[in-house]
């Protein structure tokens, strides 16, 4: 049997149970690692109050650390509470040691006042933070308060606080909104800012209005640990620590007078509604909900109008048609863009004409000067987008043209959801040769996970070579399935083993999807 992966928690206990460590040990629990608390503080507190703190003195820090670095090294550290200037530097000297040793994610919770108003830091800890915690940490989870205090500015734009911290040193920052004033702007979500190497942007979910949020923050910043220690890349792990967070929020509970804590656990892996969104470029001001897109079903791509055609012809025919055209070398501007027009309008002619929908794929300008009705873009096409882009766009979708996007990733997943598209492709599903790219293989357990979390339809796409697999896609969950090779020299022969694959994948029993989809990316 699999040994769980291995956090360290250094961080405080509190006596009401509700954040530092308690909190920390029930987010770990929730994601299925096993967590070893190490103690850099002791609060005397309840749901109203601390009234004492005592600092654990670093030599017993030290030998809490030492005693844990051989028997259960960690995957992963989380800091909180950590008491002292001199406890700072003991960690950071650990942190060393053990990326000596093997890799190491540090995420740091920088906890300098409780949400009671008692202060946990004084400058000479702040001047620890800024010197030797945020150079070696791998993501940190400041509130927008906190933030402030490490730049030692007043600074309010959340995006530029986030740069302001990478560049002294953290390689991912997400500063985390939940506990900030509601803001005016969007009363009903909450937003944090998340500035990675993958990715950036505003990472909301809908606002859980509860008076019980007692440990949110440590929630959150050991939930992302457990999930860098699982895998996932720092922007994925954001965006299950977000999950973790806003469940634990739904399930918090009342004890004593003041704010109760939140209670992290299991199940929130799976649940749609907790899947967030990731914006492209301002903070949203409202959920945007999605509209259901018809079932794309047996879909075949193609990078011709000769092969779309060949395609159309063949019966039993495929139910979407995707037109995927690169531009051949060594050819103009304006060659290129009217040998791409006419295979469009060629494609477009032939696909209505077999009653089959055509999506072209990203070259969506003369995509809808040709008069295509659906498109499909990939990640990197959005991240190009201008804003006339987007009006341009929203007007031709307000307008009925459908729209697919790609995603690899949880990150990308949230980014595709927030535009409401009518179809989520989600792959590689087996290891493909059609395009490089840095993802590992969804496989059938992250394509149902896919199915069950997006908010739109979702076609399996990557490695399709037999029919037997397009069946295994079908009986995912699925709505859709890509062929590409698969389709051979001559489609009118390929077509009907991969109609009949597909029927028969839908016929049967789908399987539960599972509680965590696996990490894509190295």
């Given at each position: 049997?699999?040994?769980?992966?291995?956090?360290?928690?250094?961080?405080?206990?509190?006596?009401?149970?509700?954040?530092?460590?308690?909190?920390?040990?029930?987010?770990?629990?929730?994601?299925?690692?096993?967590?070893?608390?190490?103690?850099a503080a002791v609060t005397a507190q309840n749901t109203v109050a601390v009234t004492h703190i005592?600092?654990?003195?670093?030599?017993?820090?030290?030998?809490?650390?030492?005693?844990?670095?051989?028997?259960?090294?960690?995957?992963?550290?989380?800091?909180?509470?950590?008491?002292?200037?001199?406890?700072?530097?003991?960690?950071?000297?650990?942190?060393?040691?053990?990326?000596?040793?093997?890799?190491?994610?540090?995420?740091?919770?920088?906890?300098?006042?409780?949400?009671?108003?008692?202060?946990?830091?004084?400058?000479?800890?702040?001047?620890?933070?800024?010197?030797?915690?945020?150079?070696?940490?791998?993501?940190?989870?400041?509130?927008?308060?906190?933030?402030?205090?490490?730049?030692?500015?007043?600074?309010?734009?959340?995006?530029?606080?986030?740069?302001?911290?990478?560049?002294?040193?953290?390689?991912?920052?997400?500063?985390?909104?939940?506990?900030?004033?509601?803001?005016?702007?969007?009363?009903?979500?909450?937003?944090?800012?998340?500035?990675?190497?993958?990715?950036?942007?505003?990472?909301?979910?809908?606002?859980?209005?509860?008076?019980?949020?007692?440990?949110?923050?440590?929630?959150?910043?050991?939930?992302?640990?457990?999930?860098?220690?699982?895998?996932?890349?720092?922007?994925?792990?954001?965006?299950?620590?977000?999950?973790?967070?806003?469940?634990?929020?739904?399930?918090?509970?009342?004890?004593?007078?003041?704010?109760?804590?939140?209670?992290?656990?299991?199940?929130?892996?799976?649940?749609?509604?907790?899947?967030?969104?990731?914006?492209?470029?301002?903070?949203?001001?409202?959920?945007?909900?999605?509209?259901?897109?018809?079932?794309?079903?047996?879909?075949?791509?193609?990078?011709?109008?000769?092969?779309?055609?060949?395609?159309?012809?063949?019966?039993?025919?495929?139910?979407?048609?995707?037109?995927?055209?690169?531009?051949?070398?060594?050819?103009?501007?304006?060659?290129?863009?009217?040998?791409?027009?006419?295979?469009?309008?060629?494609?477009?002619?032939?696909?209505?004409?077999?009653?089959?929908?055509?999506?072209?794929?990203?070259?969506?300008?003369?995509?809808?000067?040709?008069?295509?009705?659906?498109?499909?873009?990939?990640?990197?096409?959005?991240?190009?987008?201008?804003?006339?882009?987007?009006?341009?766009?929203?007007?031709?979708?307000?307008?009925?043209?459908?729209?697919?996007?790609?995603?690899?990733?949880?990150?990308?997943?949230?980014?595709?959801?927030?535009?409401?598209?009518?179809?989520?492709?989600?792959?590689?599903?087996?290891?493909?040769?059609?395009?490089?790219?840095?993802?590992?293989?969804?496989?059938?357990?992250?394509?149902?996970?896919?199915?069950?979390?997006?908010?739109?339809?979702?076609?399996?796409?990557?490695?399709?070579?037999?029919?037997?697999?397009?069946?295994?896609?079908?009986?995912?969950?699925?709505?859709?399935?890509?062929?590409?090779?698969?389709?051979?020299?001559?489609?009118?022969?390929?077509?009907?083993?991969?109609?009949?694959?597909?029927?028969?994948g839908l016929a049967r029993r789908k399987p539960p999807p599972p509680e965590l989809p696996h990490?894509?990316?190295?």
């Amino acid at each position: 049997m699999n040994q769980p992966p291995v956090i360290w928690s250094v961080a405080g206990t509190d006596s009401g149970g509700g954040a530092g460590l308690s909190a920390d040990q029930r987010a770990a629990d929730a994601l299925g690692v096993h967590l070893c608390p190490v103690v850099a503080a002791v609060t005397a507190q309840n749901t109203v109050a601390v009234t004492h703190i005592h600092t654990t003195p670093p030599e017993q820090l030290d030998a809490q650390l030492a005693a844990l670095a051989d028997d259960l090294p960690p995957r992963a550290i989380k800091t909180g509470l950590v008491g002292s200037a001199a406890n700072a530097r003991v960690l950071a000297r650990w942190v060393d040691r053990l990326r000596q040793r093997g890799p190491l994610d540090l995420v740091v919770d920088p906890v300098l006042r409780a949400s009671t108003g008692a202060a946990f830091a004084d400058a000479e800890l702040l001047a620890v933070y800024r010197n030797e915690l945020l150079p070696r940490a791998s993501v940190i989870t400041p509130n927008q308060r906190e933030a402030q205090a490490l730049l030692g500015t007043a600074e309010q734009d959340v995006p530029a606080q986030a740069g302001a911290l990478r560049a002294l040193g953290a390689q991912a920052v997400c500063i985390t909104g939940g506990d900030a004033a509601t803001p005016a702007l969007s009363p009903t979500l909450s937003h944090d800012w998340l500035d990675t190497p993958h990715a950036r942007g505003w990472l909301s979910l809908p606002r859980v209005d509860t008076p019980h949020h007692h440990g949110t923050g440590c929630t959150f910043a050991s939930a992302l640990a457990a999930a860098l220690a699982l895998g996932w890349v720092a922007a994925d792990a954001a965006v299950l620590a977000k999950m973790a967070t806003t469940h634990a929020l739904r399930h918090a509970r009342a004890v004593g007078s003041g704010a109760g804590p939140v209670a992290a656990r299991a199940g929130f892996g799976n649940d749609p509604t907790l899947l967030p969104r990731l914006s492209l470029g301002e903070q949203p001001v409202a959920w945007r909900e999605t509209r259901q897109g018809r079932d794309p079903g047996l879909y075949a791509i193609v990078d011709s109008a000769e092969r779309a055609e060949a395609v159309l012809r063949a019966r039993p025919g495929v139910d979407t048609l995707q037109l995927r055209m690169k531009r051949p070398a060594n050819i103009d501007d304006t060659r290129w863009s009217q040998q791409l027009h006419d295979a469009i309008v060629r494609s477009q002619r032939a696909a209505d004409a077999a009653g089959v929908t055509l999506v072209v794929n990203d070259h969506w300008h003369t995509a809808l000067r040709a008069g295509a009705r659906a498109l499909h873009l990939g990640q990197e096409d959005l991240l190009t987008l201008t804003p006339v882009d987007h009006a341009t766009l929203q007007a031709a979708r307000d307008r009925g043209v459908e729209l697919g996007l790609s995603s690899h990733s949880l990150w990308e997943l949230c980014r595709a959801a927030a535009l409401a598209p009518d179809l989520i492709a989600c792959g590689p599903v087996w290891p493909t040769t059609t395009k490089n790219m840095p993802w590992h293989p969804q496989g059938l357990d992250n394509l149902a996970w896919w199915a069950h979390m997006a908010p739109a339809p979702v076609a399996g796409i990557g490695g399709v070579l037999a029919p037997e697999q397009l069946a295994d896609i079908a009986a995912t969950g699925a709505a859709g399935g890509c062929v590409v090779r698969g389709l051979g020299a001559d489609p009118a022969l390929t077509l009907p083993a991969w109609r009949a694959a597909w029927r028969e994948g839908l016929a049967r029993r789908k399987p539960p999807p599972p509680e965590l989809p696996h990490p894509t990316l190295a």
